[in-house]
């Protein structure tokens, strides 16, 4: 059972990769239509690089959930908890780095999307091979997805004036006008 679980794991981290490299240009294909918005990234801000591991992940995760109901555990709590690990990874080893160097470098900031989403994929891996976990987690885990799903989506259209919701290219924020 773990291997097949890790083998789902692994297969997720090409896949919300590849995902997320197609969203990071979907809203400009689309002709920056607004609903697409909602899943792809409209600026080069930190946040908008966030969506493209959340909303693939997400997907992904459904897809796979048909494969690995009965042979996994926790299934709502480690996909939580890996879809969590993903965007705080993202952030904390971008703020890091830049902060050292100075400047973004475009093949470490991908590198790190890659790395940031094996992270999230091992530990929800951990958690779909633990013991089983209570019940009433799974309430939560669902209940925090749907909040931070609702969370990208409002503040693409509503961004706070801080910092991850600045373009660094235009100095704008959310959707550009």
Request: charged share 15%.
């Given at each position: 059972?773990?291997?097949s679980v890790l083998l789902w794991e692994l297969i997720g981290v090409v896949v919300i990769f590849i995902l997320g490299s197609v969203l990071h240009f979907a809203f400009e294909?689309?002709?920056e239509w607004k609903?697409?918005?909602?899943?792809?990234?409209?600026?080069e801000s930190v946040w908008e690089h966030l969506k493209l591991a959340f909303w693939p992940s997400v997907a992904y995760a459904v897809f796979e959930y048909t494969r690995l109901k009965k042979s996994a555990n926790n299934f709502l709590v480690a996909k939580a908890v890996g879809i969590y690990v993903m965007p705080v990874a993202i952030?904390?080893?971008f703020y890091s780095y830049t902060a050292v160097l100075g400047e973004s470098i475009l093949a470490i900031d991908i590198l790190i999307f890659g790395v940031a989403i094996a992270v999230?994929?091992?530990?929800?891996?951990?958690?779909l091979t633990s013991r089983q976990l209570p019940q009433s987690l799974n309430k939560f885990a669902l209940i925090?997805?749907?909040?931070?799903?609702?969370?990208?989506s409002l503040f693409t259209f509503y961004p706070p004036r801080l910092g991850i919701f600045r373009d660094p290219v235009t100095g704008g924020y959310g959707i550009p006008e």
């Amino acid at each position: 059972m773990k291997k097949s679980v890790l083998l789902w794991e692994l297969i997720g981290v090409v896949v919300i990769f590849i995902l997320g490299s197609v969203l990071h240009f979907a809203f400009e294909l689309s002709g920056e239509w607004k609903p697409m918005a909602l899943i792809a990234a409209v600026n080069e801000s930190v946040w908008e690089h966030l969506k493209l591991a959340f909303w693939p992940s997400v997907a992904y995760a459904v897809f796979e959930y048909t494969r690995l109901k009965k042979s996994a555990n926790n299934f709502l709590v480690a996909k939580a908890v890996g879809i969590y690990v993903m965007p705080v990874a993202i952030a904390a080893l971008f703020y890091s780095y830049t902060a050292v160097l100075g400047e973004s470098i475009l093949a470490i900031d991908i590198l790190i999307f890659g790395v940031a989403i094996a992270v999230g994929q091992l530990a929800s891996y951990k958690l779909l091979t633990s013991r089983q976990l209570p019940q009433s987690l799974n309430k939560f885990a669902l209940i925090a997805l749907v909040i931070l799903g609702i969370v990208f989506s409002l503040f693409t259209f509503y961004p706070p004036r801080l910092g991850i919701f600045r373009d660094p290219v235009t100095g704008g924020y959310g959707i550009p006008e």
